[in-house]
């Protein structure tokens, strides 16, 4: 099955590419012919692939600089966010260059934020690893860090370049965080469109799969028997997102 692409709207319209095994082959496209850097931001935990979007990158004619924070929302801190300014400063990001997150809701969130706070902006390509981030926290612009005070209460809205959506991440994704990235997808069926409801009631056990039947279909928001929507389930509307 080849990949499929789903334009989110807006003022800055962006193309949310979703398939398996993209990464290398759609990435540098994403990314855009304007940036001569590109600074990737990773979660710790995803040396291995961080490493394979940076070959892509060096390949396609970009310098890349790369750095790894810490997984989950350890990564949405004030303290990491002022490192990788320190960091964006020294790779010498301009506001033509891009900023690629790898990671799940937390480092997308972070990363967006970092680039939406850099140069008063700067692009951003999300690369989400989980089914929350490939959902909703990932596409929808919504960017932010944690304080003492609670969660995202720090952030902007800053609409990426693009979202590339590589399902071949999520078959290491434990059960229970396939299962909440799927509520936030059953949400919309709930919001938007029925459709999915039924999909996921069809064989409630088979879509917490990640190689289940429909899981592809549920992520991209559509059924087996029409073109994706125009927008992603729950993503491009952040709904979901504090």
């Not at 990491?80 to 969130?109: F, N």
């Not at 590589?166 to 965080?177: E, G, I, K, V």
């Amino acid at each position: 099955m080849s990949e499929t692409r789903i334009v989110v709207g807006g003022d800055q319209p962006y193309e949310v590419v979703v398939g398996t095994g993209i990464l290398e082959s759609e990435l540098p496209g994403l990314v855009g012919k304007k940036a001569e850097t590109v600074a990737v931001i990773y979660d710790e935990r995803l040396t291995a692939r961080a490493e394979r979007a940076q070959r892509a990158l060096t390949d396609a004619g970009y310098r890349v600089e790369a750095t790894s924070v810490p997984s989950g929302e350890h990564a949405k801190d004030v303290t990491v966010l002022a490192r990788l300014w320190s960091w964006l400063a020294e790779s010498r990001v301009t506001r033509s260059d891009c900023v690629v997150g790898i990671g799940g809701g937390a480092v997308t969130d972070l990363a967006g934020f970092a680039a939406a706070s850099w140069l008063r902006g700067v692009p951003v390509v999300q690369v989400p690893t989980t089914v929350l981030g490939m959902v909703d926290a990932a596409v929808g612009g919504k960017t932010a860090i944690d304080i003492p005070e609670g969660k995202n209460l720090v952030g902007a809205f800053h609409p990426p370049a693009g979202v590339l959506a590589d399902m071949d991440t999520l078959a290491a994704l434990p059960r229970a965080d396939y299962a909440a990235g799927l509520a936030e997808a059953i949400k919309t069926g709930f919001i938007a469109d029925g459709e999915i409801l039924r999909l996921v009631a069809e064989d409630p056990q088979d879509a917490v799969n990640p190689q289940g039947k429909y899981a592809r279909e549920i992520i991209e928001g559509r059924s087996p028997s029409r073109p994706a929507w125009s927008r992603p389930t729950c993503a491009s509307r952040g709904c979901g997102k504090s």
